[in-house]
């Protein structure tokens, strides 16, 4: 699809070499039967610059491709209604690219808020007054199951974990009745001693339409932003008791990708029984709690909580099961796991998820 645009917008930028051909009678140009003068044809040779400049730099996708794009197409459409009996047809041409540049540029945009969002995340950042090595004592009156999933996950003797970023790759579903899997990217942010996460995600839906998301979490508080190729908001929440309790339960079930979170004294723990332990996460107001379920060796089953779907009153079970372990940076995580609403109808597996990479207590850039 993006090779077929870029050939479209080059081949369009190309037409109007005929405009300056015709101002300078360097040629014969029949299709163009309305006079144009040099200072008008100097201006379709820009217009060429600029086409061909922004198709460059959106092959290369540099993010600044879509505003050479959106000046193009005003320069070529106001060149077009000087010369409309001749060129009237460039129109559409000029709509089509015209709108790939507005989603363009709001993908810019939405980036740039994003990007603006992980700074102050990383401002919020307790500066460090010395290293934290993690040993048996910190662990010492936790659950045995807890303690057993810390030693397998490799954490004893490492530095604690205070901040974390892990790359995605994502499949989802945005209903029960969807029969195929959009596909999508995503990055995390997290920091732990003050706990927060943001989480953006790029997805193609019905093989063309760009969606960009963004969830957070950050002093206690929760929100989420879903656009339409970066313009329409779809879904937009912030800052309400569900959406608050929603995004803590998520971040609660997120700490096994940073286990040594599990230390940290916003979260308790409550044994279960022998392969199960609850914990509940209190911190600026808001609590959530959620079982884990470890096997015999103490790597993770599956992390379950109550928590709200969407606008709906009542709780449902939510879980995460976990489908393949791997080691990052020294630490054993869950790599590949699954997340299944358990609905009337029956469950509902909406989201499949691959952990790509994983970087401990570096910095976001």
């Given at each position: 699809?993006?090779?077929?645009?870029?050939t479209?917008?080059?081949?369009?930028?190309f037409?109007?070499?005929?405009?300056?051909?015709?101002?300078f009678?360097?040629a014969?140009?029949?299709q163009?039967t309305?006079?144009?003068?040099?200072v008008?044809g100097?201006?379709?040779?820009?217009t060429?610059?600029?086409?061909?400049?922004?198709s460059?730099l959106?092959?290369?996708?540099?993010?600044t491709?879509?505003?050479w794009?959106?000046?193009?197409?005003?320069?070529?459409?106001i060149?077009?209604i000087?010369s409309w009996?001749?060129a009237?047809?460039?129109?559409?041409?000029?709509?089509?690219?015209?709108?790939?540049?507005?989603?363009?540029?709001?993908?810019?945009?939405f980036?740039?808020?994003?990007?603006k969002?992980?700074?102050?995340?990383?401002?919020n950042?307790?500066?460090?007054?010395r290293v934290?090595?993690?040993?048996?004592t910190?662990?010492?009156?936790m659950?045995?199951?807890?303690?057993?999933?810390?030693?397998?996950?490799?954490?004893?003797?490492?530095?604690?974990?205070?901040?974390?970023y892990?790359?995605?790759k994502?499949?989802m579903?945005?209903?029960?009745?969807?029969?195929?899997?959009?596909?999508?990217?995503?990055?995390?942010y997290?920091?732990?001693?003050k706990?927060?996460f943001i989480?953006?995600v790029?997805?193609?839906?019905?093989?063309f339409?760009?969606?960009?998301?963004?969830?957070?979490?950050?002093?206690g508080k929760?929100?989420m932003?879903?656009?339409?190729?970066s313009?329409?908001?779809?879904?937009?929440s912030a800052?309400?008791?569900n959406?608050?309790?929603?995004?803590?339960?998520?971040?609660l079930?997120?700490?096994?990708?940073?286990?040594?979170?599990?230390?940290?004294?916003?979260?308790?723990?409550?044994?279960?029984?022998?392969?199960?332990a609850?914990?509940?996460m209190?911190y600026?107001?808001?609590e959530?709690?959620?079982?884990f379920t470890?096997?015999e060796?103490?790597?993770?089953?599956?992390?379950?909580?109550?928590?709200?779907m969407?606008?709906e009153?009542v709780?449902?079970e939510w879980?995460?099961?976990v489908?393949?372990m791997?080691?990052f940076n020294?630490?054993k995580?869950?790599s590949?796991?699954?997340?299944?609403?358990k609905?009337n109808?029956g469950?509902?597996?909406?989201?499949n998820?691959?952990i790509?990479?994983?970087r401990?207590?570096s910095?976001?850039?």
């Amino acid at each position: 699809m993006k090779s077929l645009l870029i050939t479209i917008i080059v081949l369009h930028a190309f037409i109007h070499i005929l405009g300056f051909l015709k101002a300078f009678s360097l040629a014969e140009i029949q299709q163009l039967t309305v006079p144009i003068g040099k200072v008008r044809g100097m201006l379709w040779l820009l217009t060429l610059i600029l086409f061909c400049i922004g198709s460059i730099l959106y092959g290369i996708s540099q993010y600044t491709w879509s505003v050479w794009l959106i000046a193009a197409v005003t320069l070529s459409q106001i060149l077009v209604i000087y010369s409309w009996s001749d060129a009237k047809f460039a129109t559409i041409l000029n709509t089509l690219i015209l709108i790939v540049a507005i989603v363009g540029f709001a993908e810019m945009q939405f980036t740039a808020m994003v990007k603006k969002e992980i700074e102050e995340l990383t401002n919020n950042i307790p500066p460090r007054t010395r290293v934290d090595i993690i040993n048996e004592t910190d662990i010492h009156t936790m659950p045995q199951c807890v303690r057993q999933w810390l030693n397998s996950s490799g954490i004893i003797g490492k530095e604690k974990i205070t901040t974390a970023y892990i790359r995605q790759k994502v499949e989802m579903k945005t209903s029960p009745e969807q029969k195929n899997w959009y596909a999508a990217e995503a990055e995390q942010y997290y920091t732990i001693r003050k706990p927060a996460f943001i989480w953006s995600v790029d997805m193609t839906m019905m093989y063309f339409v760009p969606v960009a998301g963004c969830d957070k979490f950050t002093n206690g508080k929760g929100e989420m932003l879903i656009k339409l190729g970066s313009l329409i908001p779809i879904v937009q929440s912030a800052d309400n008791a569900n959406i608050n309790e929603g995004t803590m339960q998520r971040y609660l079930g997120e700490i096994v990708w940073f286990p040594s979170a599990a230390l940290e004294p916003y979260i308790t723990w409550q044994e279960i029984d022998t392969h199960s332990a609850l914990a509940t996460m209190n911190y600026m107001n808001t609590e959530c709690e959620g079982v884990f379920t470890f096997d015999e060796v103490g790597n993770l089953k599956s992390f379950s909580t109550l928590r709200y779907m969407g606008d709906e009153k009542v709780k449902r079970e939510w879980t995460i099961t976990v489908d393949a372990m791997q080691s990052f940076n020294g630490v054993k995580i869950p790599s590949k796991l699954h997340a299944t609403w358990k609905l009337n109808a029956g469950n509902w597996t909406w989201l499949n998820m691959e952990i790509e990479e994983v970087r401990y207590n570096s910095s976001f850039e």
